[in-house]
């Protein structure tokens, strides 16, 4: 399978995503909880009339055994597009690795990982397909 960084920026549903995330970022700024972005962040995708579930949890399946809680999703657009969303200082290589694992178990090949510890936040937003 190929992972890769791409511009999906022509994607209506993203953009809208991306939209929506940077509101909540200009209306709060960088330094706050994960916890706090995500609920703000589907507050203003609810507002949009796009559905979101948040924290959905994602068994792992292991050979021939189902691990229930493996892992939650931050945020699930649509059942389109995997959402995980940070607070911290540098979004680091284990953090797109994680987010592929869970784009494979979840089958969903779009993703954006928002960091929304930056100073602008298309600095903190990082686009994936699978």
């Given at each position: 399978?190929?992972?890769?960084?791409?511009?999906?920026?022509?994607?209506?549903?993203?953009?809208?995503?991306?939209?929506?995330?940077?509101?909540?970022?200009?209306?709060?700024?960088?330094?706050?909880?994960?916890?706090?972005?995500?609920?703000?962040?589907?507050?203003?995708?609810?507002?949009?009339?796009?559905?979101?579930v948040?924290?959905?949890?994602?068994?792992?399946?292991?050979?021939?055994?189902?691990?229930?809680?493996?892992?939650?999703?931050?945020?699930?657009?649509?059942?389109?597009?995997?959402?995980?969303?940070?607070?911290?200082?540098?979004?680091?290589?284990?953090?797109?690795?994680?987010?592929?694992?869970?784009?494979?178990?979840?089958?969903?090949?779009?993703?954006?990982?928002?960091?929304?510890?930056?100073?602008?936040?298309?600095?903190?937003?990082q686009?994936?397909?699978?």
């Open positions: 399978m190929l992972f890769a960084k791409e511009d999906t920026s022509n994607d209506p549903l993203t953009h809208k995503i991306i939209g929506a995330a940077i509101e909540v970022h200009r209306t709060l700024g960088p330094g706050l909880l994960e916890s706090v972005y995500e609920q703000c962040l589907c507050y203003e995708l609810g507002n949009m009339g796009v559905s979101v948040r924290q959905q949890a994602i068994p792992v399946k292991y050979k021939d055994i189902l691990i229930d809680g493996g892992f939650r999703a931050d945020i699930i657009v649509e059942g389109k597009v995997l959402v995980e969303l940070k607070a911290c200082e540098k979004v680091l290589p284990v953090h797109e690795a994680a987010l592929l694992t869970y784009m494979k178990l979840t089958g969903i090949h779009r993703s954006l990982l928002i960091n929304f510890n930056v100073f602008l936040l298309k600095d903190g937003v686009r994936f397909v699978l």
